[in-house]
Protein backbone atom coordinates (compact mmCIF):
# COMPACT_ATOMS: atom_id res chain seq x y z
CA UNK A 1 0.00 0.00 0.00
CA UNK A 2 1.50 3.41 -0.82
CA UNK A 3 0.02 6.89 0.34
CA UNK A 4 -2.65 7.68 -2.71
CA UNK A 5 -4.78 4.38 -2.68
CA UNK A 6 -5.00 4.47 1.08
CA UNK A 7 -6.97 8.24 0.94
CA UNK A 8 -8.67 7.00 -2.15
CA UNK A 9 -10.06 4.16 0.19
CA UNK A 10 -10.91 6.72 2.63
CA UNK A 11 -12.92 9.41 -0.14
CA UNK A 12 -14.51 6.08 -1.36
CA UNK A 13 -15.72 5.17 2.31
CA UNK A 14 -17.12 8.83 3.04
CA UNK A 15 -18.97 9.26 -0.34
CA UNK A 16 -20.78 5.97 0.91
CA UNK A 17 -21.58 7.09 4.33
CA UNK A 18 -23.10 10.17 2.94
CA UNK A 19 -24.97 8.46 0.50
CA UNK A 20 -26.60 6.58 2.91
CA UNK A 21 -27.05 8.96 5.13
CA UNK A 22 -28.63 11.47 2.47
CA UNK A 23 -31.17 8.59 1.50
CA UNK A 24 -32.18 8.47 5.37
CA UNK A 25 -33.20 12.15 5.54
CA UNK A 26 -34.96 12.59 2.05
CA UNK A 27 -38.12 12.22 3.83
CA UNK A 28 -40.51 15.17 5.08
CA UNK A 29 -40.23 14.65 8.69
CA UNK A 30 -43.49 16.28 10.70
CA UNK A 31 -43.70 16.89 14.26
CA UNK A 32 -45.94 18.05 16.69
CA UNK A 33 -46.16 18.54 20.13
CA UNK A 34 -49.80 18.22 20.62
CA UNK A 35 -51.61 14.66 20.20
CA UNK A 36 -55.62 16.68 20.95
CA UNK A 37 -56.64 20.13 20.11
CA UNK A 38 -59.70 21.32 22.28
CA UNK A 39 -61.60 23.85 20.85
CA UNK A 40 -64.30 25.86 21.34
CA UNK A 41 -67.23 26.75 19.33
CA UNK A 42 -67.22 30.49 17.77
CA UNK A 43 -63.03 30.24 18.75
CA UNK A 44 -60.50 29.31 16.95
CA UNK A 45 -57.94 26.40 16.81
CA UNK A 46 -54.22 26.03 15.82
CA UNK A 47 -53.45 22.52 14.59
CA UNK A 48 -50.06 22.71 15.12
CA UNK A 49 -47.41 21.22 13.08
CA UNK A 50 -43.82 21.63 11.95
CA UNK A 51 -41.98 20.07 9.32
CA UNK A 52 -38.37 19.73 8.66
CA UNK A 53 -36.47 18.56 5.10
CA UNK A 54 -33.51 18.69 3.27
CA UNK A 55 -34.49 20.45 0.63
CA UNK A 56 -35.63 24.55 0.82
CA UNK A 57 -38.75 24.02 -1.86
CA UNK A 58 -41.92 25.10 -1.08
CA UNK A 59 -44.16 22.11 0.30
CA UNK A 60 -47.29 20.44 -0.95
CA UNK A 61 -49.68 20.44 2.36
CA UNK A 62 -52.24 18.71 2.37
CA UNK A 63 -55.36 18.64 5.71
CA UNK A 64 -57.85 15.57 6.06
CA UNK A 65 -60.69 15.33 8.15
CA UNK A 66 -62.16 12.08 8.74
CA UNK A 67 -65.26 11.74 10.96
CA UNK A 68 -66.09 9.33 12.68
CA UNK A 69 -66.38 6.05 10.05
CA UNK A 70 -66.60 8.44 6.95
CA UNK A 71 -64.44 9.16 4.19
CA UNK A 72 -61.76 11.55 4.86
CA UNK A 73 -62.83 14.88 3.21
CA UNK A 74 -59.61 17.30 2.05
CA UNK A 75 -60.42 20.30 3.82
CA UNK A 76 -57.32 22.43 2.68
CA UNK A 77 -54.95 21.70 0.25
CA UNK A 78 -51.75 24.59 -0.67
CA UNK A 79 -48.51 25.31 -1.79
CA UNK A 80 -46.58 27.24 1.61
CA UNK A 81 -49.52 29.55 2.61
CA UNK A 82 -51.18 29.93 -0.77
CA UNK A 83 -54.03 28.20 -0.59
CA UNK A 84 -55.21 25.99 -4.10
CA UNK A 85 -58.13 25.99 -5.64
CA UNK A 86 -61.29 26.36 -3.97
CA UNK A 87 -62.53 26.00 -0.16
CA UNK A 88 -65.74 24.28 0.32
CA UNK A 89 -68.07 26.73 1.39
CA UNK A 90 -67.98 25.60 5.14
CA UNK A 91 -64.15 26.50 4.82
CA UNK A 92 -64.41 29.79 3.48
CA UNK A 93 -63.33 32.79 5.09
CA UNK A 94 -62.18 30.96 7.84
CA UNK A 95 -58.83 28.45 7.27
CA UNK A 96 -55.91 29.57 7.05
CA UNK A 97 -52.43 27.20 6.31
CA UNK A 98 -49.14 28.82 8.24
CA UNK A 99 -45.63 28.09 6.74
CA UNK A 100 -44.76 25.85 9.32
CA UNK A 101 -47.42 23.49 7.58
CA UNK A 102 -50.11 24.37 10.67
CA UNK A 103 -53.92 24.53 10.31
CA UNK A 104 -55.18 27.36 11.54
CA UNK A 105 -59.47 27.06 11.85
CA UNK A 106 -61.31 30.61 12.79
CA UNK A 107 -65.38 30.78 14.24
CA UNK A 108 -64.58 26.53 15.02
CA UNK A 109 -68.43 24.92 14.59
CA UNK A 110 -69.56 21.59 16.32
CA UNK A 111 -68.71 19.86 12.70
CA UNK A 112 -65.13 20.92 12.72
CA UNK A 113 -64.90 17.80 15.17
CA UNK A 114 -62.51 14.96 13.75
CA UNK A 115 -59.49 13.24 13.50
CA UNK A 116 -57.04 15.31 11.15
CA UNK A 117 -54.25 14.48 8.86
CA UNK A 118 -51.47 16.46 7.30
CA UNK A 119 -49.42 15.47 4.74
CA UNK A 120 -46.35 17.14 3.61
CA UNK A 121 -44.83 16.50 0.32
CA UNK A 122 -41.44 18.30 -1.00
CA UNK A 123 -41.01 16.92 -5.07
CA UNK A 124 -37.19 16.04 -4.01
CA UNK A 125 -37.61 14.28 -1.14
CA UNK A 126 -38.96 10.81 -1.63
CA UNK A 127 -41.27 10.12 1.68
CA UNK A 128 -44.38 11.88 2.41
CA UNK A 129 -44.39 13.36 6.08
CA UNK A 130 -47.74 12.58 7.77
CA UNK A 131 -49.22 13.34 11.35
CA UNK A 132 -52.63 13.40 13.05
CA UNK A 133 -54.46 15.72 15.26
CA UNK A 134 -57.46 15.59 17.21
CA UNK A 135 -59.54 18.41 17.31
CA UNK A 136 -62.57 18.26 19.66
CA UNK A 137 -65.16 20.99 19.61
CA UNK A 138 -67.71 22.18 22.60
CA UNK A 139 -69.90 24.56 23.32
CA UNK A 140 -68.91 25.25 27.54
CA UNK A 141 -71.00 24.31 29.92
CA UNK A 142 -73.34 26.71 31.97
CA UNK A 143 -73.73 26.31 35.69
CA UNK A 144 -75.90 23.37 36.44
CA UNK A 145 -78.49 23.32 39.34
CA UNK A 146 -79.85 20.91 41.81
CA UNK A 147 -84.00 19.93 41.87
CA UNK A 148 -85.23 17.66 44.65
CA UNK A 149 -88.58 16.57 45.69
CA UNK A 150 -88.10 18.58 49.06
CA UNK A 151 -85.13 20.11 51.24
CA UNK A 152 -86.43 18.29 54.08
CA UNK A 153 -86.76 14.58 54.79
CA UNK A 154 -88.25 11.94 56.80
CA UNK A 155 -85.30 9.06 58.30
CA UNK A 156 -86.12 5.83 56.04
CA UNK A 157 -87.90 7.31 53.86
CA UNK A 158 -87.24 5.67 50.30
CA UNK A 159 -86.05 6.44 47.25
CA UNK A 160 -85.34 10.10 47.75
CA UNK A 161 -84.55 11.61 44.74
CA UNK A 162 -81.45 14.84 43.44
CA UNK A 163 -81.56 15.73 40.10
CA UNK A 164 -78.81 17.85 38.42
CA UNK A 165 -79.72 19.37 35.28
CA UNK A 166 -77.59 22.37 33.16
CA UNK A 167 -79.23 24.22 30.31
CA UNK A 168 -75.83 24.44 27.59
CA UNK A 169 -72.76 22.59 26.96
CA UNK A 170 -71.85 19.37 24.87
CA UNK A 171 -70.74 15.91 26.28
CA UNK A 172 -71.67 16.98 30.10
CA UNK A 173 -70.48 15.07 32.55
CA UNK A 174 -72.22 14.23 35.70
CA UNK A 175 -70.70 14.13 39.39
CA UNK A 176 -72.10 14.76 42.47
CA UNK A 177 -70.51 16.01 45.99
CA UNK A 178 -71.53 15.32 49.36
CA UNK A 179 -70.12 17.52 51.88
CA UNK A 180 -67.25 18.15 49.88
CA UNK A 181 -66.65 14.43 49.14
CA UNK A 182 -67.13 12.82 45.54
CA UNK A 183 -70.09 10.20 45.66
CA UNK A 184 -69.20 6.94 44.01
CA UNK A 185 -72.08 4.80 42.80
CA UNK A 186 -72.77 2.75 46.08
CA UNK A 187 -75.76 0.69 46.91
CA UNK A 188 -77.65 2.95 49.24
CA UNK A 189 -76.64 6.04 47.02
CA UNK A 190 -77.61 5.26 43.32
CA UNK A 191 -76.54 7.31 40.69
CA UNK A 192 -78.12 7.05 37.40
CA UNK A 193 -76.32 5.50 34.29
CA UNK A 194 -75.52 8.86 33.24
CA UNK A 195 -74.96 10.23 37.03
CA UNK A 196 -77.59 13.18 36.32
CA UNK A 197 -80.03 11.63 39.24
CA UNK A 198 -78.98 10.68 42.66
CA UNK A 199 -81.23 8.61 44.47
CA UNK A 200 -81.31 7.87 47.62
CA UNK A 201 -82.63 4.34 48.16
CA UNK A 202 -83.24 4.63 52.07
CA UNK A 203 -82.69 8.02 53.93
CA UNK A 204 -80.56 7.79 57.06
CA UNK A 205 -79.24 10.62 59.57
CA UNK A 206 -76.22 10.59 57.88
CA UNK A 207 -77.61 11.95 54.62
CA UNK A 208 -78.13 14.97 56.67
CA UNK A 209 -75.65 17.06 54.43
CA UNK A 210 -74.41 19.47 52.03
CA UNK A 211 -74.65 18.31 48.12
CA UNK A 212 -73.42 19.82 45.13
CA UNK A 213 -73.48 18.56 41.47
CA UNK A 214 -70.81 18.89 38.97
CA UNK A 215 -71.00 19.08 35.11
CA UNK A 216 -68.00 18.94 32.89
CA UNK A 217 -66.53 18.64 29.23
CA UNK A 218 -63.56 18.53 27.52
CA UNK A 219 -63.41 22.31 28.00
CA UNK A 220 -64.42 23.52 30.99
CA UNK A 221 -66.37 22.61 34.19
CA UNK A 222 -68.82 24.20 36.75
CA UNK A 223 -69.95 23.57 39.75
CA UNK A 224 -74.06 24.04 40.95
CA UNK A 225 -74.87 26.23 44.10
CA UNK A 226 -74.82 23.22 47.18
CA UNK A 227 -78.13 22.59 48.12
CA UNK A 228 -78.50 21.57 51.72
CA UNK A 229 -80.70 18.70 52.85
CA UNK A 230 -82.20 17.92 56.24
CA UNK A 231 -83.05 14.84 58.12
CA UNK A 232 -85.46 14.91 60.36
CA UNK A 233 -85.06 11.25 62.93
CA UNK A 234 -88.51 9.74 63.19
CA UNK A 235 -88.23 10.10 67.15
CA UNK A 236 -88.06 13.50 66.90
CA UNK A 237 -91.64 13.66 66.16
CA UNK A 238 -92.52 12.55 69.59
CA UNK A 239 -90.50 14.77 71.30
CA UNK A 240 -91.79 17.71 69.04
CA UNK A 241 -95.19 16.65 70.15
CA UNK A 242 -94.27 16.16 74.13
CA UNK A 243 -92.80 19.81 74.59
CA UNK A 244 -93.79 22.59 72.24
CA UNK A 245 -96.38 20.69 70.10
CA UNK A 246 -98.29 19.69 73.12
CA UNK A 247 -99.46 23.19 73.51
CA UNK A 248 -100.64 23.19 69.44
CA UNK A 249 -102.56 19.99 70.35
CA UNK A 250 -104.00 20.96 73.17
CA UNK A 251 -105.21 23.64 71.37
CA UNK A 252 -106.57 22.07 68.27
CA UNK A 253 -107.86 19.94 70.21
CA UNK A 254 -110.39 22.42 72.04
CA UNK A 255 -111.39 23.41 68.31
CA UNK A 256 -111.99 20.62 66.88
CA UNK A 257 -114.37 19.71 70.31
CA UNK A 258 -116.12 22.78 70.07
CA UNK A 259 -116.45 22.96 66.45
CA UNK A 260 -117.28 18.94 65.85
CA UNK A 261 -121.06 19.13 67.10
CA UNK A 262 -121.69 22.45 64.87
CA UNK A 263 -121.73 20.47 61.23
CA UNK A 264 -121.32 16.44 60.84
CA UNK A 265 -120.09 17.39 57.66
CA UNK A 266 -117.34 18.81 58.82
CA UNK A 267 -115.80 15.95 60.65
CA UNK A 268 -113.78 14.28 58.33
CA UNK A 269 -112.42 17.45 58.08
CA UNK A 270 -111.46 18.10 61.44
CA UNK A 271 -110.46 14.31 61.72
CA UNK A 272 -107.34 15.45 58.63
CA UNK A 273 -106.75 18.99 60.72
CA UNK A 274 -106.61 17.01 64.00
CA UNK A 275 -103.83 14.04 62.12
CA UNK A 276 -102.20 16.75 60.83
CA UNK A 277 -100.75 18.05 63.96
CA UNK A 278 -98.37 15.36 64.02
CA UNK A 279 -96.38 16.31 60.89
CA UNK A 280 -96.16 20.21 61.92
CA UNK A 281 -92.69 20.73 63.11
CA UNK A 282 -92.04 22.92 66.21
CA UNK A 283 -91.15 26.32 64.08
CA UNK A 284 -87.63 26.81 66.15
CA UNK A 285 -86.59 23.79 64.28
CA UNK A 286 -86.97 24.98 61.22
CA UNK A 287 -85.90 28.39 61.40
CA UNK A 288 -87.24 31.01 58.42
CA UNK A 289 -89.60 28.39 57.58
CA UNK A 290 -93.08 28.33 57.71
CA UNK A 291 -94.34 25.21 59.72
CA UNK A 292 -95.23 23.03 56.65
CA UNK A 293 -95.60 19.36 56.30
CA UNK A 294 -92.35 18.10 56.92
CA UNK A 295 -91.81 15.21 54.50
CA UNK A 296 -93.10 17.89 51.85
CA UNK A 297 -91.72 21.55 51.85
CA UNK A 298 -92.32 22.43 48.36
CA UNK A 299 -89.32 24.82 48.14
CA UNK A 300 -88.23 25.55 44.45
CA UNK A 301 -84.25 24.82 44.99
CA UNK A 302 -83.28 25.64 41.34
C1 LIG B 1 -37.92 13.63 12.89
O1 LIG B 1 -37.80 14.60 13.94
C2 LIG B 1 -37.76 14.07 15.23
C3 LIG B 1 -37.74 15.21 16.23
O2 LIG B 1 -36.94 16.28 15.80
C4 LIG B 1 -36.53 13.17 15.35
O3 LIG B 1 -36.50 12.58 16.65
C5 LIG B 1 -36.60 12.07 14.30
O4 LIG B 1 -35.43 11.29 14.33
C6 LIG B 1 -36.74 12.69 12.93
N1 LIG B 1 -36.93 11.64 11.93
C7 LIG B 1 -36.29 11.59 10.78
C8 LIG B 1 -36.63 10.46 9.87
O5 LIG B 1 -35.48 12.45 10.44
C1 LIG C 1 -46.14 26.84 13.68
O1 LIG C 1 -46.25 28.25 13.52
C2 LIG C 1 -47.19 28.88 14.40
C3 LIG C 1 -47.26 30.37 13.99
O2 LIG C 1 -46.02 30.92 13.87
C4 LIG C 1 -46.76 28.69 15.83
O3 LIG C 1 -47.70 29.29 16.71
C5 LIG C 1 -46.68 27.20 16.12
O4 LIG C 1 -46.24 26.97 17.44
C6 LIG C 1 -45.76 26.50 15.13
N1 LIG C 1 -45.83 25.07 15.36
C7 LIG C 1 -44.82 24.32 15.78
C8 LIG C 1 -45.09 22.88 16.02
O5 LIG C 1 -43.71 24.80 15.95
C1 LIG D 1 -77.57 29.06 26.91
O1 LIG D 1 -77.35 29.46 25.58
C2 LIG D 1 -78.30 30.40 25.09
C3 LIG D 1 -78.03 30.64 23.62
O2 LIG D 1 -76.67 30.75 23.36
C4 LIG D 1 -78.20 31.68 25.93
O3 LIG D 1 -79.13 32.62 25.49
C5 LIG D 1 -78.45 31.34 27.39
O4 LIG D 1 -78.28 32.48 28.19
C6 LIG D 1 -77.52 30.24 27.86
N1 LIG D 1 -77.89 29.82 29.20
C7 LIG D 1 -77.03 29.85 30.24
C8 LIG D 1 -77.57 29.39 31.53
O5 LIG D 1 -75.87 30.22 30.12
C1 LIG E 1 -75.07 2.41 39.70
O1 LIG E 1 -75.58 1.13 40.05
C2 LIG E 1 -76.88 0.85 39.53
C3 LIG E 1 -77.34 -0.48 40.08
O2 LIG E 1 -76.29 -1.35 40.28
C4 LIG E 1 -76.83 0.87 38.00
O3 LIG E 1 -78.12 0.64 37.47
C5 LIG E 1 -76.31 2.22 37.54
O4 LIG E 1 -76.19 2.24 36.13
C6 LIG E 1 -74.97 2.52 38.19
N1 LIG E 1 -74.57 3.86 37.85
C7 LIG E 1 -73.38 4.15 37.30
C8 LIG E 1 -73.10 5.57 37.05
O5 LIG E 1 -72.56 3.29 37.05
Request: charged letters at 20%; one cysteine or more.
Amino acid sequence: YNSDSSSLLVVVAVTSVFLCVNSEVSAVNVTSLTQVVRGTVGKEALLSVSYSSSSSDKPVIKWLLKKNKEKPITVVQSIGTDIIGNLRPEYRNRILVLENGSLLLHDLKLSDEGAYEVEISITDDSFTGEHYIELTVDVPVSKPYIQMMASSVLEYSEHFNLHCSHENGTKPIYSWLKGGKVLTNDSRLLLSYDQKVLTISRVLMSDDDIYTCAVENPISSLKSMPVRLTVYRRSSLYIILSTGGIFLLITLVTVCACWKPSKLQNVSKINILCLSVDVVPKPATLGRRSPMPLYVLNEDVS
